[in-house]
Every structure is written in C-alpha cells, then in structure tokens.
C-alpha cells in the first residue's frame, strides 16, 4: 500500500507545534534576557514581549482547537540555537559595553524567525480557509513586526551608541 503524500494541512499543523514550542522556550528567555540587560528601556522591551508572548501562546492554543488538535510544541532546532547565541552573549559579554546591543540582536533575530513563521502560517491559514486562525495570526504577527521595530528603535537611540568607546577628545 503506497504512503499517501503529506498535505498542507500536516505541514500547518507541524509548523504549529514549531512555533509553539519556540514561543514556550522564548518565554523561560525572556526574563533572562530582561535580568541581563544593563539599559532600562531594554530591560522593559524584553519584559512587555514576555507578556505578549503569552498572550501569543494562548492564541496559538485557540487555532490548535480551530484544527482540532491538542496544542503540543515539537523541539524546534533554530530556536534552540537562537536562545543558546543569547545565552552566549550573556556569559561572554556580562559587564561589557557591548552587552545590550549583543542581546538586542539576538532578540531580533528571534523576532525574524517568528516573523517568518507567522507569516508563513497567516498565508496556509488563508488557503486552508481559516478565515479565524488567519485573524489570529495576523494579530500576533503585526505585534512581532512592532517588536522588532520597537527593538530597531532601542538600538538605535541608545544601545549602540553605549557599546562604542568614548570618544578621543
């Protein structure tokens, strides 16, 4: 009997689990990341993602019950190795300068991968006729687009410009 080839609606589902595990393990990073952090607009970026990551989580659960199935993560590799570069950082650059911007461009690289995924899942969503999921990923979707800006802005206005040496006068 042949195996029947796997469908978009497995890869959504799969790819759901993906990002469910990631925002699980995002949410034990994040108050690290806030701990770790010497500059106190970066320490509350990271501190007000944490409550949005949960609010993420909870909308992930409401779209694995749109599907019917039983919200459940899948150890996700990239996010591992994300988190594992933050930890790096961490222990690497504790007491430096360049700490905030370090763990800055760790977050936003974690801020690209869920964007990337959510966009992805936004667009299956909308092909399998999720009309509800497609809303509930676009929301979540719009607040790591904000995220990431918000953190573009941090680096900008303050945090690299602490990383550097001062000036020779």
């Not at 469908?7 to 990631?22: G, N, R, S, W």
């Not at 010497?38 to 509350?44: A, D, G, Q, V």
């Not at 760790?106 to 809303?135: D, F, K, M």
């Not at 676009?138 to 040496?165: F, G, H, W």
């Amino acid at each position: 009997m042949a195996k029947q080839p796997k469908t978009l609606e497995e890869l959504f589902h799969d790819t759901l689990k993906d990002i469910y595990y990631a925002e699980k393990k995002i949410i034990t990073a994040l108050p690290k990341l806030a701990k770790a952090a010497r500059t106190p607009e970066l320490k509350s970026a990271f501190e007000k993602h944490r409550r949005e990551t949960e609010g993420q989580v909870a909308r992930l659960e409401q779209v694995f019950g749109m599907i019917e199935k039983k919200p459940q993560g899948k150890k996700c590799p990239a996010i591992d190795g994300l988190v594992e570069e933050g930890q790096e950082i961490m222990k690497g650059y504790k007491g430096a300068p360049a700490l905030d911007s370090g763990l800055l461009a760790g977050a936003q690289a974690v801020e690209h991968y869920e964007i990337s995924r959510y966009g992805t899942l936004r667009t299956w969503a909308e092909e399998l006729g999720l009309r509800e999921a497609v809303g509930l990923l676009e929301a979540t979707l719009k607040e790591e687009k904000k995220t990431d800006e918000t953190l573009t802005a941090i680096a900008e206005r303050c945090v690299n410009q602490a990383a550097q040496p001062e000036a020779a006068e």
